[in-house]
């Protein structure tokens, strides 16, 4: 392969490195000796020394090294019932909880730790460095457990020794049984050209791998139930040592598991997580590759659906050949087991396993997508795995509890995933009801029905103190259904994830069609008293809309939100006023104060989230109202009282968003300083986001 040049160059530094071997780099290992016993296929084995092992890793050739576990696996083979096998679930059952938890993982984190990570030398698993590289990992593991509080629950991290000096390292968080769900990683890397001498940062083999499952772990512990061992299964977190070597560590520890009768249901490595270059390169698309050769299909199958389901990229298929990482050794010891790397095998990073093997080539936003991919398999709801590994038995799927089906029911629940059957009615409701809305507001607006009278016919019917004008309230409502037009054309596009978001607010939108239509016959019929009941509805529906979703984009929260929201305020208090025919001095004075609820309430959304767009939305309707006030002067004061409550939301509104256009703030987007780089790049984002 490639390499070999790069051997010929490694050879010509071993000739001037190796006079100034330092000194710390002694080799710890009392596990040295002449020739090791490889094996490079299901029973193809061979006895070769050290630097062969090495020659063959940078022909790309893998292989378990079995000189101290010949015996992997061969107890649970003799078992009967080994045959039994594990029934993972159809589906991931969406687990509303978990979405808030997926929201916590950072990959500022990541960064840190894999910086701190890839500062040693080398992680070799025979050197010095190598065990102050897990040394270090172990008390990290150990502190993220004492900062969640998870230690007093029985959370626990354990080294596990190894005869070459640096240790493996397992976290465990102990669930109501003990069957157990490991999550892995290997720690150590290694520079293929001279192992004892030359650095090997390992970024991406396996730092990235080991941090994402870190991260992980860090925001599991935040589950209070988790930790206090509510979760069906135990869950493992495994660092290994000396996969390089050819699996050592994790042979060693399977091999304890399987003397010990463990029961394994499930075992997912992530061995590189971060390198997405030549994936793109390629002009493919980002995704998660995950590995069909010497695997458990139905293991694998399982880890497909959960990607679909909480990642926001897809997955590609591809292989990596015989014992290319450490879930070789959890299958070997009959243990089903699951493989996922960066991209297709084929795309991986080639820097691996050399000095440029370092942080700055990683893909952080592609790191979170594994580190999802890692909560979503760790958490509970997901481990209730039907059927045991030592039962032939298929147990049925445990009955969701009730809230879970009403949360499955409920359509203004938010999800990271809609089936297609939903996204469809999504579509179909929200065009059908977004035309409704806009066939009557036109008919309406020129055609009186039988027996009623046209929109505007009846705002004149009714002069009362907070009657809009007819020409600029008619632009506010064409501006905003021509806005929607976009929200439409986000829920009927073929990008996935902004399918997702417009389908997030899709019931609350297509609610507001629906009783913007009822509002608008009624009140064409003057049925004032039932129209002001629809809107107060209206206002519940739309506040909640607002609440529940901060973060929406710009095109889909000025039309869909805010822009409703605004009307929607205005509408209340002029069809109030309109239903009790205001006209009474109190009524008047009450008027004349009450106005001044739009000033408060866009001053709120302002002042709380800097959100503008609500600003310039209520002073165009204050604007309507005074041009109409004006006209009108039948109400002392209330035209002045508009046009001042337009002007100061305007200037506010001005005031928040023209500082950022200018200046390198930009509202509708992260911060740019160092920090955010490595924020959490959700794409939904931004209103009210400090
Ligand atoms: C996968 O699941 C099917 C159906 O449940 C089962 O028959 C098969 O034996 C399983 N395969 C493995 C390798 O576990
Ligand atoms: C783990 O962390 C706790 C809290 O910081 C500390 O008291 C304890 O000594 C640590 N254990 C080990 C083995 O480092
Ligand atoms: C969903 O996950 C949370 C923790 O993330 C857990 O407490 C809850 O029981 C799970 N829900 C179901 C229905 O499994």
Redesign the pocket.
């Known amino acids: 392969m490639k390499f070999d040049s790069f051997a010929v160059v490694g050879l010509a530094m071993a000739a001037v490195v190796s006079a100034a071997v330092r000194p710390d780099q002694t080799v710890l290992s009392n596990y040295d000796q002449d020739l090791y016993l490889v094996e490079l296929g299901p029973g193809e084995t061979r006895w070769i020394p050290e630097d062969e092992k090495w020659a063959l890793r940078r022909a790309g050739i893998n292989f378990m090294d079995i000189t101290d576990t010949p015996e992997l696996g061969a107890l649970r083979a003799l078992d009967v019932r080994r045959d039994a096998t594990v029934q993972f679930p159809k589906k991931p059952?969406y687990?509303?909880?978990?979405v808030p938890?997926l929201k916590e993982l950072k990959q500022k984190n990541m960064h840190k730790n894999l910086e701190k990570f890839t500062s040693f030398h080398t992680r070799y698993y025979k050197s010095t460095y190598g065990a102050e590289s897990s040394a270090w990992l172990y008390s990290k593991v150990n502190q993220t457990i004492y900062d969640s509080g998870a230690a007093e629950y029985g959370v626990r991290v354990e080294t596990f020794e190894h005869s070459w000096g640096q240790n493996s390292i397992i976290a465990t968080i102990p669930g109501k049984s003990d069957k157990t769900v490991v999550v892995g990683a290997h720690q150590d890397s290694i520079n293929l050209f001279l192992p004892s001498i030359l650095s090997a940062p390992g970024a991406d083999d396996d730092g990235s791998g080991t941090v994402t499952i870190l991260e992980a772990l860090r925001v599991l512990l935040e589950?209070e139930?988790?930790i206090k061992g509510?979760?069906p299964n135990t869950v493992e977190f495994h660092w290994y040592s000396a996969e390089e070597g050819g699996l050592l560590g994790s042979q060693a520890i399977f091999s304890a598991y399987e003397k010990e009768g463990r029961d394994v249901k499930a075992m997912l490595q992530q061995d590189m997580t971060g390198y997405t270059h030549k994936t793109f390169e390629a002009g493919e698309p980002e995704s998660v590759g995950v590995i069909t050769d010497f695997v458990n299909p139905n293991l694998t199958e399982f880890i497909k659906k959960i990607i679909t389901q909480y990642c926001s990229i897809p997955y590609v298929l591809t292989k990596c050949g015989y014992a290319c990482s450490d879930h070789a050794s959890a299958s070997k010891a009959g243990y089903p087991s699951a493989f996922v790397i960066e991209s297709d095998f084929k795309y991986s990073d080639n820097k691996i396993h050399t000095s440029q093997d370092r942080m700055e080539f990683l893909d952080f936003d592609h790191m979170l997508q594994h580190a999802r991919m890692t909560l979503a398999l760790a958490?509970?709801?997901l481990r209730?795995f039907t059927g045991s590994a030592y039962s032939q038995r298929t147990l049925g799927f445990e009955t969701?509890?009730i809230?879970?089906r009403v949360q499955n029911l409920n359509p203004f629940v938010k999800r990271e995933q809609h089936d297609k059957r939903a996204i469809i009615i999504f579509r179909f409701l929200t065009l059908f009801t977004w035309l409704l809305v806009f066939a009557l507001s036109i008919l309406f607006s020129v055609k009186a029905p039988a027996n009623g009278k046209t929109i505007w016919d009846q705002n004149k019917a009714h002069p009362t103190p907070f009657s809009l004008n007819p020409e600029s309230t008619s632009f506010y409502w064409l501006l905003l259904l021509l806005l929607q037009f976009g929200y439409l054309y986000c829920l009927f596009t073929f990008d996935a994830e902004l399918v997702k978001v417009a389908a997030n607010v899709g019931s609350h939108f297509i609610a507001h069609n629906l009783l913007t239509s009822a509002f608008i016959l009624l009140w064409v019929h003057s049925h004032l008293w039932i129209g002001e009941l629809v809107l107060v509805i209206n206002s519940f529906n739309l506040t909640s809309l607002y609440f529940r979703h901060l973060r929406t984009q710009p095109f889909i929260h000025i039309p869909v939100v805010t822009g409703p929201l605004a009307w929607n305020f205005v509408a209340v208090l002029s069809n109030g006023a309109a239903m009790v025919g205001a006209h009474s001095l109190a009524a008047r004075i009450l008027a004349n104060v009450a106005i001044w609820s739009i000033l408060f309430y866009g001053f709120f959304f302002m002042g709380a989230f800097k959100d503008y767009p609500i600003g310039f939305e209520l002073a165009i309707l204050s604007a309507s109202l005074a041009v109409h006030q004006h006209g009108i002067r039948v109400f002392a004061l209330q035209w002045i009282f508009a046009l001042v409550i337009a002007i100061l939301l305007l200037t506010a509104a001005l005031a928040i968003s023209i500082p950022p256009i200018f200046g390198k703030e930009l509202i509708w987007r992260r911060l740019d300083d160092d920090e955010s780089d490595y924020e959490d790049h959700e794409r939904d984002a931004l209103l009210g986001d400090e």
């Open positions: 059952a687990n509303d909880s978990l938890l589950s139930s988790i509510n979760a958490s509970p709801k209730t969701p509890e809230m879970e």
